[in-house]
């Protein structure tokens, strides 16, 4: 074990968490990846590829204080002498709802699982990493560098994502240790249907004159949400872009991943003002 290379990946139940646990037990590390029912788990660990170390499945709920420390105790009870090389945060969530009336419970929701549970899982495992100079990925969003309606509070935490990972990368480079963020577009992913029921169910919160208000954003958004569970790229380009950052010599500190990424944060980056990419967005949305 302590010959094989081991990480951890969080939200590892469907989408892009499994496909970046089963790419990385496919070439040889020794995989960690956190679920939150029994039947995850399970499914999980029998996806392991052919030929590869099982996948080891723990019960992990990245709210939860006590349920993070206890799966760094088991992965730690695992390695034995050994270090854990690589910590990939994956698991997260989407609240959309008009900000003027998200409700104070559903934003604190949102932040709790995509930035204070990052916060939680580092604090966690930060011994076994420290063990082996290892590395921590970060999985945000395009979200973090460019906002859209409708998801503001997703928004909000992939952009406070994109803080902590910077400030993480300063913090943890005296002990040779490299920090990566991943910022995929759309990604064809579970995640979507999640997110159109939660979506749904805060939609029916609302007061009627706020649905009349952003009626023509809401439909657009629910629209958007449902094209790129059908039309977004393949989790195994997140997966080939996460084995790059946790295997590289010299991993990049910031990764783009899809084509609809890589040409928005590229106009974001060089070529738009604030208000010339807030009018492409709203023209691309259909939206006045």
Known sequence: ?????????????????????????????????????????????SATPEGAEPIIALMM?????????????????????GGLWGLVNNAGISVASPL??????????????NLTGVLRCVQAFMPLLKRCSGRIVNISSMSGRVAFPMVGAYCTSKHALEGLSDALRLELGVHGMEVSIIQPGSIATPIW??????AADLMKRLPEHGIAEYRQMIDQALETTESNGEDGADP?????????????????????????????????????????????????????
């Open 193 to 198: 249907d999640r997110s159109r029921a939660r």
């Open 1 to 45: 074990m302590t010959n094989t290379r081991s990480v951890l990946v969080t939200g590892a139940s469907t989408g892009i968490g499994r496909a970046i646990a089963t790419d990385l037990a496919t070439v040889g590390m020794q995989v960690f990846g956190t679920v939150r029912r029994k039947e995850d788990a399970k499914a999980l660990t």
């Open 61 to 81: 709920d990245v709210q939860d204080t006590t349920s993070v420390r206890a799966a760094a105790a088991k992965v730690e009870e695992h390695l034995g002498e």
């Open 100 to 113: 003027e009336y998200v409700s104070e419970e559903a934003f604190q929701l949102q932040m709790d699982v």
């Open 236 to 288: 195994q380009l997140v997966a080939d872009v996460v084995r790059h950052a946790l295997t590289a010599a010299r991993p990049r500190t910031r990764y783009q991943v899809g084509k609809d990424a890589k040409i928005l944060l590229f106009l974001r980056r060089w070529l738009l003002s604030d208000r010339r990419l807030d009018k492409l967005i709203r023209r691309n949305l259909g939206l006045n």
